[in-house]
Structures are given as structure tokens and as C-alpha cells.
């Protein structure tokens, strides 16, 4: 982990290094030396990493910058690793606040121009790198990671938003009283005003009347995702990637291979791949296709469970993760990486959410009055899919277009709730409907682009953090933004076709891909190994539910979880993505609250403080 910390006092008063006395604990125990710098009115403390040398501080024409900022597009040899913060100063010399509209990359940073007296924070367009801020009395304090601020009571809203999947964006934390600012977003503060606002979204594309054909959308789809992996490997730091052997890693390591091919970027190192032999989670057939092409070394991660021991337990990060239970498989593909000389691992996340998903478009058609196209497709989809025509035409045509009060009576809202979930507690935060899909923000851009908007916003809490951070850097080559900004602008049908989705990729990439990946329907999943888990780690999770701290916030009834958790320990369970986002929490609340010890081993949580919060609605 290498955070960074900045406060300002927003009275003018002077600062020392007291200010910044809350976030030096997660500072310390951080890897790499920690660096402090105070400055009348502001003060700030970062943890640079030993590869990258960011997050890094600038200061020019009375300008502080803290941040960790990686820009694309602009030359690397030779230069520091400031060089893109000393950029961003210069745009904002130049444009104002605004001027982060313009920026292509990953970033995360707080700027104090001390001459106007002014704020700028802000986070790259995807949300890749995070930015949390709290405002205590006058002073405002604004850090790349939870762990800095303190928080005080737990947060209901987004306890309830975790317990049922997380299924849109939120700047709420676990913190009642710590904001987590949106991707594509900036916060300022100028002429005592805090305001924070978009300077991208996705809407700005979704919707475009593109007028393209496969070929040509393919062959632009393939620049930009050439650019993307350019973008991710431009420093030439020792590069590994992820192979599943599903289309998205699999397109990574391709791409990448050919590129060095060619002299445009290093080698990649290897790759590292999670292999799990139940259920449906075996890929290594295509794995396998992918490395018969591009020889690189390749390490396995074998048939790693959730809540599975290892020397160290799970580890006290100040956020709470819906994958925090797998923490051993984490900790073991970053020392795989690590130990291989890798310092970057390239990761094939993100394509899900903007070039898959359901079939919403039909809805759309048949608004417009495109009713013979909508018809045509509804029975294409209906024979790829082996469902009735008029199964098809409910789901995706007039479940989405009734009003809200229907779609409870005929979607059987209530039954989506995790039936563990205490009633009063789901009924002040609205879970019924959020669990159920409905009552979403709409964004106006009909049913498919409101689906793309929400599937878009869920990436922040999805990325991979907290351990993966340790030593390397996580990179995104499909969330690179003139692709994503690209694919957005596309029609539905070049994205999801009847019986495959991903079709422009499928097609940009068919002469890098093996057959058997390219032609592949769909991909494994790891609930086998979720289902294992639950009956192996019985007793640990036995003792973590009776210790239920979720009960004890109110969130859940103790008595009905034990009971479910004993259903699906049988194999009885109406659905296990709930539960396992249940045990997550109890995991993050037991370790912070120092009670993890008492169900692992010892010595696996050494460390942990105690911690106790209540919940505020």
C-alpha cells in the first residue's frame, strides 16, 4: 500500500505535523519510507513506492501537489516520476479546474494553491485509483486510502448497499462521516464553497447515433485496444498479466506478446493464472490454447478456497471487499508475481461492463417503434438462449418498460432479499428493490444506456485492492478511456449479439486469439469453490457467525444467518452470492474489531487493533 495523506485547515490557521497525526498509524505500516511536509495552512504525508517513486509531491508558482498520477500519451524515458504532476499544475495554470477533463490515464491526487486559496482533488474517469475525503470542523482531510481518515460510526446505507451486492455506484464508505469521491469526479474547495462534480460520465456517449459496420468498428476496436496495452507497458517496468483464458486476459496477453513482437513495448514477464478444479472453474484448456501461442512462463494458482489459512490471516485494510475471504489466493499471485521480478500486473477486467449484459436494447426497439426488428431479434436470442419467445419478450421487453409497483408484483422483489437481512433494517434503507434491481437512478438513456451507466459505476468497488496493492501495481488496459469512450458510442447489436456478446472484440482480436477461446460462449465461474468453502471453513465460520457483528449493528438476524449458513453447508441455498457477501463483512468487522483471532489459528491475525463503531442510518 502507498497512500497519501493531505489536510488543509480552511480558516488559514498553521499546520504541523500533528495535523496529520490520524493517518501516520496506516502511514508506518505502509511499504516504503513515509515523507511529511507542512506548509502554513497545509500539510501532507505520502508513501512513494520503491518502483514507481509515486505517489510523489511537486511545488511550483506556489502550487502543492500531492498524488499518484500516471498519465497516458506522454513520453517516460528519462523522465521523473513527477513529470505528469508537474503537467497537471501547468493545465491548471492554464485551464482552471477543468483542466483534469483533458487528462488520460490513471490518477488519484489533492493540489492547494495557496495564492487563491483553493482546493482541486480529483480521480481518473474510471476510478481506478481512490480518493476519500472528510471534512472535521475547518479542517479538511482528503486520502488516497480509508486507512488515513478515522472514521466514527459505521455507515447503514452502504452496510445495507454490501449486503446485497453492491449493485450501483455510491460515494458513501463504511464511514457515515468519510465520502468517497466518484470516479471522473473533482472536489473543490475556493471561497469557503466544497463542491464536487463530473468532469466525465459515460452518458456523454451512450446514445451516440454511430453509424458503423462490424469491419470497421473491429478495426478501430483494435487500434485503441493496441493503444490501451501501449498505454500500460509505456514505462517498460517489468510487466505480468493475468491469463483465465477468457477472452478478456486472454485478448491482454495477445495483444501484449504481439506488440513486443514488434518492438513497441517489453516483453511480458509471465503470467499467472487461478485454477480451481470444481464445478465449472477449470479453464485451463484454454489457458493452455493461449500459452501454446505465446510462450510465457506461467504460474498456477491451485484450488485456492475463501477463508483459506495462511501465515499471516486476513489482513486489516480499511475498506471492506466482497473477495476478501479468498485473501491466501491474493497474498500467493502477487508473491507469484513478485517473486517472478513483475512490478506491474496487467489485469483483463472491465470489457464485462461495457461490451456484455442483458438483452435491454429490445426494450429500447420496441419504444421507438421498432417492432418487426424487435420481434426478429427477441426469436433469435430465444432459439440461441433454447427459452420461449415469449419468456424472452418479458424479460427483456416488458419487464423493463412497466412501471415500478409491477415489476415488484411479477419480479417477486421481496424474494430477492437475503432472507437474513433484519426487516426493519432493509425497510429504512430500501433494500427490497435495490436487491432486486429496481428503483435506480435513471439517467435518461433509455433501458440499455441506463443498464451500461449503473454496470459502469459499479467498478469502483469491484477493482482489485488491498493486498493486490503490495509491491505492484495493478493496470486496466480495457479501462483505458478512448475505448471505453469508443465502445460506449457503439450499437448494442456490434456488443451483444443473440447467442455471444463481446462480438466486436471477438472480432477485432480473431487473429490473436485461438480459435478455442475465441469461439467460446461464455466462462467458468468459482461458485463450486465458494459452495466448498462454506463446508470446509465450518467451524471458523460457525464461530465468526456467532460472533455475528452484523447482528449486533442490527443489520441481520444472527439466528436466521446461522440457520441459511447451515442450509448451504448442505447444499441447500437459493443463492450463494448473497451469503458469501454477508461472511465478507462479518470477516472485515471481526478483524477489525480484533475477533478474528479467536477463529483462525494463532498468530494469523497478529496485529489486529480493536476497533468498535455503531452503525448511523
Known amino acids: 500500500m502507498n497512500p497519501f495523506l493531505v489536510v488543509v485547515d480552511l480558516d488559514g490557521g498553521s499546520l504541523g505535523l500533528d495535523a496529520l497525526q490520524p493517518g501516520l498509524p496506516?502511514?508506518?505500516?505502509?511499504?516504503?519510507?513515509?515523507?511529511?511536509?507542512?506548509?502554513?495552512?497545509?500539510?501532507?504525508?505520502?508513501?512513494?513506492s520503491a518502483t514507481f517513486e509515486r505517489p510523489?509531491?511537486?511545488?511550483?508558482?506556489?502550487?502543492?501537489?500531492?498524488?499518484?498520477?500516471?498519465?497516458?500519451?506522454?513520453?517516460?524515458?528519462?523522465?521523473?516520476?513527477?513529470?505528469?504532476?508537474?503537467?497537471?499544475?501547468?493545465?491548471?495554470?492554464?485551464?482552471?479546474?477543468?483542466?483534469?477533463?483533458?487528462?488520460?490515464?490513471?490518477?488519484?491526487?489533492?493540489?492547494?494553491?495557496?495564492?487563491?486559496?483553493?482546493?482541486?482533488?480529483?480521480?481518473?474517469?474510471?476510478?481506478?485509483?481512490?480518493?476519500?475525503?472528510?471534512?472535521?470542523g475547518r479542517r479538511l482531510y482528503l486520502s488516497s486510502h480509508l486507512d488515513c481518515l478515522e472514521g466514527a460510526a459505521y455507515d447503514g446505507e452502504f452496510i445495507g448497499h454490501f449486503l446485497v451486492g453492491l449493485p450501483h455506484a455510491t460515494d458513501r464508505t463504511i464511514y457515515a462521516d468519510?465520502?468517497?469521491?466518484?470516479?471522473?469526479?473533482?472536489?473543490?474547495?475556493?471561497?469557503?464553497?466544497?463542491?464536487?462534480?463530473?468532469?466525465?460520465?459515460?452518458?456523454?456517449?451512450?446514445?451516440?447515433?454511430?453509424?458503423?459496420?462490424?469491419?470497421?468498428?473491429?478495426?478501430?476496436?483494435?487500434?485503441?485496444?493496441?493503444?490501451?496495452?501501449?498505454?500500460?507497458?509505456?514505462?517498460?517496468?517489468?510487466?505480468?498479466?493475468?491469463?483465465?483464458?477468457?477472452?478478456?486476459?486472454?485478448?491482454?496477453?495477445g495483444v501484449a506478446s504481439r506488440l513486443a513482437d514488434r518492438g513497441q513495448?517489453?516483453?511480458l514477464g509471465g503470467t499467472v493464472s487461478v485454477v480451481d478444479s470444481l464445478g465449472g472453474g477449470d479453464e485451463t484448456k484454454y489457458s493452455d490454447a493461449v500459452l501454446a501461442r505465446y510462450p510465457l512462463p506461467n504460474a498456477q494458482l491451485l484450488d485456492f478456497g475463501a477463508w483459506q489459512a495462511d501465515e499471516q490471516g486476513p489482513p486489516r485494510q480499511g475498506e471492506p471487499r466482497i473477495f476478501l475471504p479468498f485473501f491466501a489466493r491474493s497474498r500467493a499471485m502477487n508473491e507469484a508475481v513478485f517473486g517472478g521480478g513483475g512490478r506491474v500486473l496487467l489485469s483483463g477486467f472491465g470489457s464485462d461492463n461495457y461490451l456484455a449484459g442483458p438483452h435491454g436494447y429490445l426494450a429500447d426497439w420496441v419504444r421507438q417503434g421498432r417492432l418487426l426488428a424487435a420481434a426478429k431479434q427477441i426469436t433469435d436470442v430465444a432459439v440461441a438462449s433454447r427459452r420461449s419467445f415469449y419468456r424472452v419478450g418479458f424479460d427483456n421487453v416488458v419487464l423493463p418498460l412497466v412501471p415500478a409497483f409491477l415489476k415488484r408484483r411479477w419480479h417477486d422483489a421481496a424474494g430477492q432479499l437475503p432472507p437474513w437481512i433484519d426487516g426493519g433494517f432493509a425497510r429504512r434503507h430500501?433494500?427490497?428493490?435495490?436487491?432486486?434491481?429496481?428503483?435506480?437512478?435513471?439517467?435518461?438513456?433509455?433501458?440499455?444506456?441506463?443498464?451500461?451507466?449503473?454496470?459502469?459505476?459499479?467498478?469502483?468497488?469491484?477493482?482489485?485492492?488491498?493486498?493486490?496493492?503490495?509491491?505492484?501495481?495493478?493496470r486496466y488496459p480495457f479501462l483505458h478511456r478512448p475505448l471505453v469512450e469508443f465502445c460506449l458510442t457503439l450499437p448494442a447489436t456490434l456488443k451483444i449479439g443473440a447467442a455471444r456478446k463481446k462480438l466486436v472484440m471477438r472480432e477485432a482480436l480473431s487473429d490473436v486469439l485461438p480459435p478455442l477461446v475465441r469461439d467460446r460462449p461464455g466462462k467458468g465461474g468459482i461458485d463450486g469453490r465458494i459452495a466448498?468453502?462454506?463446508?470446509?471453513?465450518?467451524?471458523?465460520?460457525?464461530?465468526?457467525?456467532?460472533?455475528?457483528?452484523?447482528?449486533?449493528l442490527g443489520c441481520v438476524d444472527a439466528g436466521r444467518l446461522a440457520a441459511d449458513l447451515a442450509?448451504?453447508?448442505?447444499?441447500?441455498?437459493?443463492?450463494?452470492?448473497?451469503?458469501f457477501a454477508t461472511l465478507a463483512l462479518e470477516t472485515w468487522l471481526a478483524v477489525r474489531a480484533g475477533q478474528y483471532s479467536e477463529s483462525v489459528p494463532a498468530g494469523a491475525a497478529a496485529g489486529a487493533a480493536a476497533e468498535s463503531h455503531q452503525p448511523r442510518s
Open 430 to 474: 430500501g433494500l427490497i428493490d435495490r436487491a432486486a434491481g429496481i428503483g435506480f437512478p435513471s439517467a435518461g438513456l433509455g433501458v440499455f444506456g441506463d443498464a451500461q451507466m449503473v454496470e459502469l459505476g459499479t467498478l469502483d468497488l469491484a477493482l482489485e485492492r488491498g493486498i493486490s496493492e503490495e509491491g505492484i501495481e495493478m
Open 26 to 48: 496506516a502511514l508506518s505500516q505502509s511499504d516504503g519510507r513515509v515523507e511529511v511536509l507542512w506548509n502554513e495552512s497545509w500539510a501532507a504525508g505520502w508513501v512513494p
Open 56 to 136: 510523489g509531491f511537486v511545488s511550483q508558482h506556489g502550487i502543492f501537489a500531492v498524488g499518484n498520477v500516471r498519465l497516458s500519451g506522454r513520453p517516460k524515458d528519462g523522465a521523473h516520476p513527477t513529470a505528469d504532476l508537474v503537467h497537471l499544475i501547468n493545465e491548471y495554470r492554464r485551464v482552471g479546474p477543468m483542466a483534469v477533463r483533458e487528462l488520460i490515464g490513471d490518477f488519484s491526487f489533492v493540489l492547494w494553491d495557496s495564492h487563491n486559496r483553493q482546493v482541486l482533488a480529483g480521480r481518473d474517469a474510471l476510478g481506478v485509483k481512490t480518493l476519500f475525503w472528510q471534512q472535521r
Open 265 to 267: 513495448v517489453a516483453r
Open 532 to 552: 466448498w468453502s462454506l463446508s470446509h471453513e465450518r467451524e471458523l465460520l460457525g464461530r465468526l457467525v456467532a460472533q455475528s457483528r452484523l447482528a449486533d
Open 567 to 579: 442450509q448451504a453447508q448442505a447444499g441447500n441455498i437459493w443463492s450463494i452470492g448473497p451469503l
Open 178 to 253: 468519510v465520502h468517497r469521491l466518484p470516479a471522473g469526479a473533482i472536489l473543490t474547495w475556493s471561497k469557503n464553497r466544497l463542491e464536487t462534480r463530473r468532469f466525465w460520465s459515460p452518458s456523454e456517449f451512450i446514445g451516440v447515433d454511430r453509424r458503423i459496420g462490424l469491419p470497421d468498428a473491429a478495426a478501430e476496436f483494435r487500434r485503441l485496444f493496441e493503444e490501451a496495452v501501449v498505454a500500460q507497458l509505456d514505462d517498460r517496468v517489468p510487466a505480468w498479466s493475468q491469463l483465465s483464458g477468457g477472452l478478456d486476459s486472454s485478448g491482454v496477453v
